[in-house]
């Protein structure tokens, strides 16, 4: 069993930045690929970015690409996602999870959530 708890959303102006953080417990974290994913209200759950056990592969979706960056710290057991020039369509509930096969672009392929952390960006 994996726990993850996200932290660092709030309330931004567009073009400003947020760094959320997840940390996980229960279990060996560099076993773990990880994810980042959004839901905004009345849509479906979306893939942000992900990172391998090393953090060599990085994949990101093409809405964020060039503005996120999704970084790992093993020794912390902590993912982080940088985000940068922010937008309102940024605006949703970021989550994420993990699982210990390889890294995916989509949801049901994780096995551990958090809760979530609200990002709110305001034109």
């Known amino acids: 069993q994996v726990q993850l708890v996200e932290s660092g959303g709030g309330l931004v102006q567009a073009g400003g930045s947020l760094r959320l953080s997840c940390v996980a417990s229960g279990r060996t974290f560099s076993n773990y690929v990880m994810g980042w994913f959004r839901q905004a209200p009345g849509k479906e759950r979306e893939f942000v970015a992900g990172?391998?056990?090393?953090?060599?592969?990085?994949p990101y979706a093409d809405s964020v690409k060039g503005r996120f960056t999704i970084s790992r710290d093993n020794a912390k057991n902590t993912v982080y996602l940088q985000m940068n020039r922010l937008k309102p369509e940024d605006t949703a509930v970021y989550s994420c999870?993990?699982?210990?096969?390889?890294?995916?672009?989509?949801?049901?392929?994780?096995?551990?959530w958090g809760q979530g952390t609200q990002v709110t960006v305001s034109s």
């Open positions: 999870g993990a699982n210990h096969r390889a890294v995916a672009t989509f949801a049901r392929a994780y096995d551990y």
């Open positions: 990172i391998s056990w090393s953090g060599v592969n990085t």
